[in-house]
C-alpha cells in the first residue's frame, strides 16, 4: 500500500501536468501569426531585440531602411518588400514620436522604432605649439608690397638657416667618418 506521502507527491505531479498546457498555449497564443498586426510585438530602440532600424533615405522615389542584426553585428539597406533578406520590412510608417517599421523574420511580425542618434559636443581643440620645424608666419590677408617683401625675406632668411645646419651637420658626419682628420671648418654661407 501506498503511504499519504507517496499519494500526495502524484497528485502534485499529476496537477502539475494538468496545467502546463494552459501555461504553453497562452505563450503561443502572444506570438500567433493569425493575429492581426495590431497585435504584433512592438520593440522601441532600448528593448532587448535582435534587430534594430537605425536609418531611412530616399533615392529614385524608393526608401531604403538600414536594419541591423545585432547578433551577427551586420547591417543591411534593404527596400519595402524586398526579398532575400533574412528579414523583410512589410510596412513603413511616420508616427510622432518619429518612424516605425513592421519587420517580418522567422514568421514573426516585430515594429521597430528607428533609434534616436546621439549628438553631444566635440572636445575643444587647442592650436599646437611652434614644433621643430620653425616658426609659422601669421597671414596676413590684404599684403602690401612692404608686407610681401618682409614675408620673403624671412622665408629666405629660414631657408638660410636651415641650409647652413644641414651643411654643419654633414660636415661633422664626414669628421667623424674619417678619424685622422679634424678641425675642419664648415662651408660658409652665401
Known amino acids: 500500500m501506498a503511504s499519504v506521502g507517496h499519494r500526495s507527491f502524484v497528485l502534485a505531479v ?7 498546457p494552459g501555461q504553453a498555449v497562452a505563450g ?10 495590431s497585435s504584433a510585438q512592438s520593440v522601441g530602440p532600448g528593448a532587448n531585440a535582435t534587430l534594430e532600424f537605425r536609418g531611412i533615405f530616399e533615392m529614385d522615389g524608393v526608401d531604403y531602411f538600414n536594419i541591423a542584426d545585432l547578433t551577427t553585428k551586420k547591417s543591411a539597406w534593404v527596400r519595402l518588400n524586398q526579398p532575400g533578406a533574412p528579414f523583410i520590412v512589410k510596412a513603413h510608417e511616420v508616427t510622432a514620436n518619429g518612424d516605425m517599421i513592421s519587420v517580418e523574420q522567422g514568421g514573426g511580425m516585430i515594429r521597430l522604432a528607428m533609434i534616436r542618434p546621439k549628438i553631444g559636443n566635440a572636445p575643444l581643440v587647442t ?8 616658426p609659422v608666419f601669421p597671414v596676413i590677408l590684404n599684403p602690401t608690397a612692404a608686407d610681401e617683401a618682409r614675408r620673403m625675406e624671412a622665408f629666405a632668411a629660414e631657408v638660410r638657416r636651415r641650409r647652413l645646419l644641414r651643411q654643419q651637420q654633414a660636415a661633422e658626419q664626414r669628421a667623424a667618418r674619417q678619424p685622422g682628420v679634424q678641425g675642419v671648418p664648415p662651408p660658409q654661407a652665401r
Not at 503561443?28 to 498586426?37: A, E, V
Not at 592650436?127 to 620653425?134: E, F, V
Request: glycine share 8%.
Open 28 to 37: 503561443l497564443n502572444t506570438d500567433s501569426p493569425f493575429l492581426p498586426p
Open 127 to 134: 592650436m599646437p605649439q611652434m614644433g621643430p620645424r620653425g
Open 14 to 20: 499529476i496537477a502539475a501536468a494538468l496545467a502546463w
